[in-house]
């Protein structure tokens, strides 16, 4: 199994509160991924990273911030938490290889949130 | 538009039947790479295959089966003799060829395999 942690594992917050989940990879992977999965919905991006200090937003970022300072953490912050914002939040991790060949995503457990 | 749809909500079979999880996607790559995850009722998401665009070959592991048509742009999964423990929400997804790599996923199936 890839290496990967994510915590909290659970977390209920109020409105208005500022939460901040971390990912934390052990295998050196390049990319990494933070995603959130509601019904219906499957999961989608909401930011990613493809370096240190290196940050893209994906399809539903508002709301959200991220920030890489190490390879191995990919902290994700809800500067000001609102009800919407509650689902399970997925980080995941992918390398690349040097001929360009794309790795399947490995997936950390989950961290369930719900915002009251 | 980069898309995955997974018409199928729901479905509910007995143990031992065969079953197809449907899986559509629509991308104007011409390169790309499509991809099914598992995630059974404790959460986790399980990667389960990776198909290129260049290898339309079926793929069979064990009970379970791929079949990629590009002229339909259907990316197919099925399950030989289900078993209880194959039940799961299963994922489509597909990865965008752009410096993200990405996955664009569909909204999956639930698969519900009764004893």
Redesign the interface.
């Known amino acids: 199994d890839a290496g990967i942690t994510q915590s909290p594992r659970h977390k209920v917050t109020e409105t208005g509160t500022p939460v901040t989940l971390r990912c934390h990879q052990t295998e050196n992977h390049r990319y990494m991924y933070w995603y959130r999965q509601d019904p219906g919905h499957g999961l989608r991006l909401i930011h990613y990273s493809y370096g240190v200090k290196d940050t893209d937003k994906g399809e539903v970022s508002d709301g959200y911030s991220v920030s890489r300072s190490k390879t191995e953490d990919f902290l994700l912050t809800l500067e000001s938490a609102t009800s919407s914002q509650t689902s399970v939040y997925f980080c995941a991790i992918s390398e690349t290889g040097s001929s360009g060949r794309y790795n399947e995503q490995f997936f950390g457990p989950g961290t369930r949130l719900t915002v009251l | 538009a980069q898309k995955?749809t997974?018409a199928q909500t729901e479905i509910s079979v007995v143990e031992k039947e065969d079953v197809t999880l449907d899986c559509v996607y629509e991308t104007r790559d011409t390169t790309y790479?499509l991809?099914w995850?598992k995630q059974p009722p404790s959460?986790?998401?399980v990667?389960l295959i990776?198909r290129n665009s260049f290898d339309e070959q079926n793929e069979i592991s064990g009970r379970y089966s791929w079949n990629f048509q590009k002229s339909t742009s259907s990316f197919n999964f099925t399950i030989t003799a289900s078993q209880v423990v194959d039940s799961a929400v299963y994922?489509c997804?597909l990865?965008l060829?752009d410096?993200?790599?990405?996955?664009i996923?569909?909204?999956?199936t639930r698969l519900l395999v009764r004893p």
């Open positions: 995955v997974q790479y991809f995850y959460g986790e998401l990667f990776r994922f997804a990865n060829r410096s993200s790599y990405k996955l996923f569909g909204s999956g």
